[in-house]
């Protein structure tokens, strides 16, 4: 703890002291009165001394771990260990940069006796991302206010602010290896689906020993399949937007919910690629342990808009990355007047019983028809839109009217879920899950 003094008592006391034979050889009382208290304060303050603060600084988040957008309620403790008063205690808590606080201050004074505590209560609104909290700025001041210690208190605190997807709906589109999305075929699983005829090539294990006892009839027990699906999470790169200054911007957003339904497609034990709509680079389909690193280094790079700043050490060609010739590269090959077609040249890019994750925020007609012609190639769309249209600007209101023309129009033909940011995504799959069945 520093120590600094911010008079100079020692110029107090000579003062005093010259004052006070002044008023002796002058014979003026009033001078040597003015000297005697200037000398009785300097004495009461040599009495009580300056003893260090001995202080524990506590900070305490409720919660921990916040929805994005949430509040989280911040409370720092202080509390006196030492044998002396601390009349004059200042602080300043750390509060981190991109945390803004929205009731209360973290800022606050007191005066502390020996063995008290005491504290001071605010709210910052949750962002998503680790946030660390800085140091605590603590300042005690003396009595008289002539002596100040300063000390930065370090109170490891972190609020770490995400909602991650525990699980995805998919379609019924999936592949013939062994997985977790439940289908409408009978055969090896856990849910009871049917009973039929025994054949000879059935397992003993199957047979329905109830139905043989009571009837004499051998019949074999179908359970409901689980099987594994391939997934391709396309990202919509087209839109730099951000709802309001400083916020994060569309991409962000769609690479965002790319990146968390990747990862929960693939503790699903599914196949899980990812796509760039427009500029069709792919990460081709895996479910090895490297994909999930794989597949955030990529959505890195298109956060950045450049596939130069991907790991290279993670995309190279055993992992089956590649870029795709560009709509014009592709009308160049096969002669298309109008300089290509992205969406044809994705479908040839991704595997054909790939369904599709589209993640974009609607914000033209484009995503709308990429969507529906995804669709009718025979991937299962599911869309994803994050509402960049939150403000209350008139030309966010005229933009909100289209994106919900736009909603209604894919409803009937994929599914769409539409996420409002403000809201963690995992509670808008619920939703419109719950909408689908």
Not at 177 to 196: C, E, H, K, M, W
Not at 330 to 340: L, N
Not at 381 to 406: C, F, K, N, Q, W
Request: aromatic share 4%; net charge negative.
């Amino acid at each position: 703890m520093s120590t600094r003094e911010t008079t100079q008592r020692n110029v107090g006391v000579s003062a005093a002291l010259v004052a006070g034979g002044a008023g002796i050889v002058t014979g003026n009382p009033t001078v040597f009165m003015v000297a005697a208290v200037a000398l009785v304060y300097a004495a009461y303050q040599a009495a009580i001394g300056d003893p260090e603060p001995t202080l524990t600084v506590e900070r305490h988040v409720e919660p921990a771990d916040p929805l994005p957008g949430s509040e989280v309620t911040v409370t720092l403790t202080l509390t006196n260990d030492g044998d002396a008063t601390l009349p004059d205690v200042r602080v300043l808590d750390g509060v981190p940069e991109r945390l803004e606080v929205v009731d209360g201050s973290p800022r606050f004074g007191t005066h502390l006796e020996a063995g008290t505590s005491d504290s001071v209560t605010y709210t910052v609104e949750s962002r998503r991302g680790d946030h660390a909290f800085t140091g605590v700025a603590v300042v005690c001041r003396n009595l008289t206010g002539t002596v100040e210690f300063a000390e930065q208190v370090t109170v490891e605190t972190t609020v770490s602010c995400s909602a991650s997807v525990d699980t995805v709906p998919l379609s019924g589109q999936t592949l013939s290896q062994s997985g977790r999305i439940p289908t409408d075929a009978g055969g090896n699983g856990l849910a009871f689906y049917a009973i039929r005829e025994h054949q000879s090539s059935d397992p003993m294990s199957r047979v329905d020993w109830n139905r043989l006892a009571k009837t004499n009839e051998l019949a074999t027990v179908e359970f409901k399949e689980t099987r594994a699906a391939t997934v391709t999470t396309l990202v919509d790169s087209r839109h730099t937007v951000a709802g309001n200054a400083g916020a994060p911007t569309a991409v962000q957003f769609c690479t965002y919910a790319a990146q968390q339904v990747g990862s929960a497609l693939l503790d699903m034990d599914n196949r899980v690629g990812a796509a760039v709509y427009d500029s069709c680079e792919t990460l081709q389909p895996s479910a090895n342990r490297a994909q999930e690193q794989r597949l955030e280094a990529f959505l890195e790079g298109v956060v950045s808009g450049s596939s130069e700043n991907r790991d290279s050490s993670l995309l190279d060609l055993n992992t089956r990355t590649r870029r795709m010739q560009s709509p014009t590269e592709m009308g160049d090959r096969y002669g298309i007047a109008d300089g290509g077609d992205a969406v044809a040249t994705l479908d040839r890019s991704i595997p054909s019983e790939s369904q599709v994750v589209f993640c974009t925020p609607l914000l033209d007609d484009r995503a709308v028809d990429a969507a529906k012609r995804l669709a009718a190639y025979g991937h299962a769309v599911t869309v994803i839109s994050p509402d960049m249209t939150t403000d209350d600007s008139p030309g966010s209101t005229v933009e909100r009217i289209d994106r919900t023309a736009r909603l209604d129009s894919l409803r009937g033909t994929v599914r769409v879920v539409d996420w409002t940011p403000a809201e963690p995504l995992a509670k808008a799959l619920i939703r419109a899950t719950e909408r689908w069945a």
